[in-house]
């Protein structure tokens, strides 16, 4: 059974930055493409980054140059650090495996 386990998020400040981890257990962690997705209230999840296996990351145009994806596959983790964060980043942010398994998300509020 895959477990994914976000943790990191928060309230924040405009300009300001947030880590987010994700750990995961029950697979191989890496040989599979990891993402993180979010879900603003009353808009659809969309996908923020994605890591694949080998380390290539993709980026959606409106984090690309803030956010960062990385991985440790010795910790079985993913990470997003998220840098001059705005208010419209605020969200859900849900931790994703390739194969469909889905972290139960974190809170993301950005807020003077």
């Known amino acids: 059974q895959v477990q994914l386990v976000e943790s990191g998020g928060g309230l924040v400040q405009p300009g300001g930055s947030l880590r987010l981890s994700c750990a995961a257990s029950g697979s191989i962690f890496s040989i599979y493409a990891m993402s993180w997705y979010r879900q603003a209230p009353g808009k659809q999840r969309e996908l923020v980054a994605t890591?694949?296996?080998?380390?290539?990351?993709n980026y959606a145009a409106s984090v690309k140059g803030r956010f960062t994806i990385s991985r440790d596959n010795a910790k079985n983790t993913v990470y997003l650090q998220m840098n001059n964060l705005k208010p419209e980043d605020t969200a859900v942010y849900y931790c994703?495996?390739?194969?469909?398994?889905w972290g139960q998300g974190t809170q993301v509020t950005v807020s003077s």
């Open positions: 890591i694949s296996s080998g380390g290539t990351t």
């Open positions: 994703h495996e390739i194969r469909g398994y």
